[in-house]
């Protein structure tokens, strides 16, 4: 099978993965509870030839076929949900109260069996595993997958992501980082309760929270280089006991996104030093917990590279974009990435009408985006398939 007749073959079933997708986003499931799409997955790949293996990484899939003496060429796919509370009106929304498809991941499943459906028709010489990945959403899954075994004899991995920024039947080329490292911090404020009529016999957490947040802010403007972006936000804040009682102590959580690997390895100090600083200026104690997540995805040239080429055959020249700014948002996909050679590359999901944001209650990506990802993701691994046995360096 050609080129030609694999896109064509691809037009052929997309309603069905269609209505798959919206299965999927109709019962979407949390990170490490993927119980029912781990099910319908491994259902839908052993009866199309796939060679399956469930509960890896939990609840994780591997699907693999071909033959793996020469190599195995990796697509990774996402499987999880977030806890939004949808707000689409869709016919096929949500059925489960307070978690939602909101990030594309059905998308990706969805494309995910599309080339399985694809791979098993084109006699490679190189084998191919699917890995269907849990818990993307909490950055654990990969870890759990990999520890697992997933990425035994692989020699090249490819991913791809949803992207409301591009046009539907677009996709998006990086280099290098695609993405930032991502980090939680959790930081305790200690001041001295008191009277809240009279705030000078005490030290009030809750005023010395408000300094950090705020001067955490503007030290990043001052003290880091601008041109290595830093984002700092905290997203829970919890301290005080009553109304007129000075609160004694503040908790804050919240996560660092950095692009500069050798900035993030370092950040833990700088941030200890300086939140500890801005408390103590205050009259306070602040204990700094940084925990790193994940690094950054950078994507491998030469994988990049082929990529790019499959986008431009199967799509056009016009609607292969090359990205300028790496995304302050995480991927695990990124662990992968440790331990072999990959690439990811951005989906085009907006129609006429636009896109919701990623993580957004309307997200409502286009999904004749199906269809494209199928395409440049085959073509992509038989543009790999026929270098590497060709002995061209990947």
């Not at 993965?17 to 299965?23: F, G, K, T």
């Not at 409301?164 to 991502?182: M, Q």
């Not at 974009?321 to 690439?343: C, Y």
């Amino acid at each position: 099978m050609n080129s030609d007749q694999f896109i064509k073959k691809i037009d052929s079933f997309k309603d069905e993965l269609i209505n798959l997708r919206r299965h999927i986003h109709a019962h979407p499931e949390l990170s490490g509870l993927e119980h029912q799409t781990a099910i319908l997955i491994s259902g839908y790949l052993k009866n199309i030839g796939w060679h399956v293996r469930e509960s890896i990484g939990r609840t994780g899939v591997i699907a693999d076929f071909g033959p793996s003496d020469k190599g195995i060429i990796g697509l990774r796919v996402d499987m999880d949900a977030l806890p939004v509370n949808e707000e689409t009106k869709l016919s096929y929304s949500s059925k489960i109260d307070g978690v939602m498809h909101a990030c594309g991941h059905d998308l990706h499943i969805s494309i995910g069996l599309g080339v399985a459906k694809i791979v098993k028709d084109l006699n490679l010489n190189l084998g191919t595993r699917i890995i269907f990945q849990p818990a993307e959403e909490v950055a654990s899954g990969a870890r759990w997958m990999i520890n697992d075994g997933a990425t035994d004899g692989l020699t090249h991995i490819l991913g791809v992501h949803v992207y409301p920024d591009l046009s539907v039947g677009t996709i998006g080329i990086k280099e290098g980082s695609l993405t930032a490292a991502a980090g939680e911090l959790k930081v305790e404020i200690k001041g001295k309760s008191g009277h809240g009529a009279r705030p000078y016999e005490g030290v009030d957490a809750i005023w010395v929270a408000s300094k950090v947040i705020s001067g955490i802010q503007e030290l990043i403007t001052r003290k880091l280089d601008p041109l290595d972006p830093v984002v700092i936000t905290f997203g829970k804040i919890n301290g005080g006991n009553a109304f007129n009682v000075l609160a004694e102590k503040v908790n804050l959580i919240g996560t660092v996104r950095c692009t500069n690997l050798k900035l993030f390895k370092n950040i833990n100090h700088w941030l200890n030093e300086n939140i500890s600083s801005l408390a103590n200026s205050c009259g306070a104690d602040a204990k700094v917990i940084f925990k790193e997540i994940t690094p950054p995805v950078n994507n491998n040239s030469a994988i990049n590279r082929v990529i790019r080429d499959s986008g431009i055959k199967v799509l056009g020249q016009e609607n292969v974009i090359e990205l300028q700014k790496p995304s302050l948002g995480a991927e695990d996909f990124a662990e992968f990435l440790k331990k072999i050679p990959g690439a990811m590359f951005r989906l085009g999901v907006s129609s006429s009408n636009g896109c919701a944001p990623l993580h957004s209650s309307k997200f409502n990506p286009d999904e004749r985006a199906i269809s494209v990802g199928i395409k440049v993701i085959t073509e992509s691994i038989v543009k790999l398939n026929n270098e590497i046995v060709n002995t061209v360096d990947i």
